[in-house]
């Protein structure tokens, strides 16, 4: 005998796994579709309205954007781009060996195995 929660008592019969005398009437596919509309109206059931904001969402979302201006405002440089597209390009050489870069003022200038490029 298998046990029983509830008032939902569970047989098993030799092919198959314990069913719930709950749904045992039932045609399988019938039961299937219960069981996928239940499961369906539950979940639905748990989504919530999220239209409103509550009070404890708007001090959440205050203590994230506080916290992102902080970091931002003491741990993170500003770096121009031009040095940190050089910066990347100067480490080229670490990789391939043939390339070097050099900068001026006004220009840039990338040789590659011998070849300059501008």
């Not at 059931?45 to 959440?60: I, K, L, V």
């Amino acid at each position: 005998m298998w046990p029983q929660w509830d008032g939902i008592a569970f047989t098993m019969n030799e092919t198959a796994a314990p069913q719930s005398t709950l749904l045992a009437g039932l045609g399988g596919a019938w039961s299937r579709r219960c069981a996928t509309a239940l499961t369906v109206l539950t979940l639905a059931a748990c989504a919530g309205n999220t239209a409103q904001s509550t009070a404890a969402q708007f001090d959440e979302r205050r203590l994230f954007t506080e916290t992102n201006e902080n970091i931002l405002q003491y741990h993170i440089k500003e770096v121009p781009p031009r040095l940190l597209a050089l910066t990347g390009l100067a480490r080229l050489s670490s990789i391939d060996p043939n390339v070097s870069v050099e900068s001026t003022a006004g220009s840039v200038t990338l040789t590659v195995a011998g070849q300059i490029r501008r």
